[in-house]
């Protein structure tokens, strides 16, 4: 195998990387081979710096300090540097819901006029549960107290917040009895860092509770508060067909890739780019049209609500610019590489930073805020067409792998699919035509042959009967590799098959963005509620083949946390505590009916996923 094909198994990947060597441009593959070895204690989880008595390390085999200055043991610091990224990570995905709630706000109030009420059920489902009358007002009315209501969640300092309601009773009592039903999820994550302070909370079990309770506070609090305004703001999606792989590109139009997390921002890009002025100045400068298209989660959102395709997932961002052919890289929030400074430095490409936080080096600063949003989307896209006329034609290399797939499955479109009722999905369930359902989701990691864990994994759970839904970066690895089509129902096994070729529907139904995972817990509820049993009693498991981020980890935690059994490919830093990793594999079994497991191996990931859901099927009785 080339080293080319050892890093990816996706053939535009492999191409664009060819070019890249050609031209002698680094990407993170690069980088990744220069930082060899890394640092093993980091690996482990054995380094603090939490005060400045240290940097303090433990030796993992038993030869050097058992301590820290402080006296840590090695399960402290384990423990709490875990916490620290859950806390990362729940603040990250809180932080997008904040915006999105703070310009739905805005909104209400009259001062962003860019934005409207696009999915007016869901506001009035909203208010309902929020305990908001609509009866007699105008749907303005409506929202402006649901935006209030909303935004004073994030600081909720007594709990229960909300949507954690929406989980089976039995799983808030679970919740309630361990002492990790959540406040608002600003107080979770204050706390967080308060306890890994040093002498603050120094008892590892006491430590990774509060990491549930943070997470579960991300997962039904920060990310579904972000889906559901969303929805609301930018219309809940249904099927769309849409495209995927950097095959996207276009050699002879105008190319704009969104990169990055919130809608809010591309939503505007996306209305600005069929502005027909924009159009008739990219056409003075001789290119066809504007071709906006996503990257990471920001492509999943647009590609969700209105079938924008996707130059690609995490680790593609560098090789769309290496294709010499995208005019403007616009970014706002999380999982954009700093690195993309100097690389479009390289070419003509534009590098524009949008979000008053994330500031990158090398960009053009055009910030942008929701009160004049329509307009600053307008320029941002200006500055991109104009740029067209920069492009240097000889340096142009699309590669042609491109892929049709069928993605806009909300859990709210997934019922529609079904006829309005989880009851033939149950059905299905219980006859063994569908034995589970298994939760793909997660970056890329260039310690894993790119998109290889995500796409083998996917492909061997519907083998296997097991219906996927996914999101985030594995469900752009899936649309490359074809898997979001309804013809891949023909790679299902037998039962599978029939149920996706009676409905038209793939076989993995792509969910949406990484906070979109809250749709999975929502489906996951709702399927509980109606079997009248708890989420963790459902045949069902979760899985992360390639996940990187901080985010995944307050992810995993929250999903592991609702009850699901969640399969890592890439592993965790807490090796170096045999106590905290046998809690996180085996002793949250008892606390909260579900544990995590690593597994490189996809193959053997999903072999772990099947059995789970069998054992869960025999359970419940199905298969006696
Ligand atoms: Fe060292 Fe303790 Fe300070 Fe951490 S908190 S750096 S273990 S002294
Ligand atoms: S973008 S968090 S690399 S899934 Fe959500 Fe992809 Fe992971 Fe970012």
Redesign the pocket.
């Known amino acids: 195998m080339t080293k080319n094909a050892e890093r990816s198994i996706d053939p535009a990947t492999q191409s664009m990387l060819r070019v890249a060597k050609k031209e002698g441009m680094e990407t993170a593959w690069d980088r990744f081979d220069k930082q060899q070895p890394q640092c093993g204690l980091g690996q482990l989880g054995l380094c603090c710096r939490n005060c400045n008595m240290g940097p303090c390390r433990i030796d993992p085999f038993g030869e050097g300090p058992e301590k820290g200055v402080c006296g840590a043991t090695a399960d402290i610091i384990v423990a709490r540097n875990l916490l620290r990224m859950i806390a990362a990570g729940a603040a990250a995905h809180s932080d997008h819901a904040r915006d999105a709630a703070h310009a739905f706000k805005l909104m209400t109030e009259g001062k962003a006029t860019s934005y409207q009420i696009k999915d007016e059920a869901k506001l009035n489902a909203l208010a309902t549960e929020y305990n908001i009358s609509t009866e007699d007002r105008t749907k303005e009315e409506v929202a402006l107290d649901l935006a209030g209501a909303v935004m004073a969640e994030f600081g909720n300092q007594d709990g229960p917040i909300r949507f954690t309601r929406r989980a089976p009773p039995q799983r808030v009592e679970i919740w309630t009895n361990a002492g990790i039903d959540p406040r608002g999820v600003d107080r979770e994550i204050v706390e967080c860092m308060h306890r890994t302070h040093i002498g603050v909370d120094n008892d590892p079990v006491h430590i990774l509770l509060h990491g549930l309770r943070t997470s579960i506070s991300d997962g039904w609090g920060g990310s579904m508060i972000a889906t559901e305004i969303q929805d609301v703001l930018f219309g809940t999606p249904t099927p769309v067909i849409s495209e995927a792989n950097l095959g996207v590109l276009k050699e002879d139009e105008v190319n704009i890739v969104m990169h990055g ?1 919130e809608p809010i921002l591309s939503e505007m890009i996306v209305a600005a780019a069929e502005d027909p002025e924009m159009l008739d100045l990219a056409k003075k400068l001789g290119a066809k049209g504007i071709n906006v298209v996503g990257m ?2 920001t492509g ?1 959102e647009i590609m969700m609500r209105h079938g924008v395709p996707t130059a690609g ?2 680790l593609q961002q560098e090789l769309a610019v290496i294709t010499g052919s995208v005019e403007a890289m616009i970014v706002d929030v ?2 954009i590489m700093p690195s993309l400074g100097d690389l479009t430095g390289c070419y003509h490409t534009k590098f524009i930073s949008t979000s008053p936080k994330a500031e990158f080096p090398g960009t053009v600063r055009m910030e942008f805020h929701e009160d004049e949003a329509l307009d600053t989307a307008k320029a941002i896209v200006k500055t991109a067409v104009e740029n067209y006329e920069n492009r240097n034609p000889q340096r142009v290399n699309i590669p042609s792998e491109k892929c049709n797939c069928m993605v806009g499955f909300s859990a709210e479109a997934i019922l529609e699919a079904l006829g309005g009722s989880p009851e033939p999905l149950v059905e299905a369930i219980k006859s063994g035509a569908i034995k589970g359902v298994g939760a793909v ?4 990691n260039v310690k894993i042959q790119h998109d290889y864990g995500h796409v083998n994994q996917v492909k061997e759970l519907i083998k296997n009967n097991v219906l996927v839904v996914t ?4 469900a ?1 690895a899936c649309a490359k590799a074809g898997l979001l089509q309804p013809e891949a129902a023909k790679e299902a096994g037998e039962g599978l098959r029939a149920v996706c070729e009676s409905l038209g529907i793939p076989p993995v139904l792509h969910m949406g ?2 906070v979109d995972i809250s749709r999975i817990l929502v489906l996951a509820a709702v399927l509980a509620n109606h079997m009248g049993v708890d989420i963790s009693d459902l045949p069902a498991a979760g899985s992360a083949p390639e ?3 901080e ?2 980890v307050s992810i995993g935690t929250y999903v592991v946390a609702s009850g699901i059994y969640t399969v890592l490919g890439t592993v965790p830093p807490v090796l170096g505590s045999s106590l905290v990793t046998e809690l996180l594999t085996d002793g949250l079994e008892d606390v909260i009916g579900a544990t995590f497991a690593v597994e490189p191996d996809p193959f053997k990931g999903a072999n772990l996923m099947i059995e789970r859901i069998e054992a869960k099927r025999k359970a419940l009785g199905l298969d006696p």
């Open positions: 997390h990471c989660c999943n997932n995490f999380q999982c989701v997660g970056c890329n999101t985030g970066c594995n752009i963005s990484c996940w990187m981020s985010k995944a």
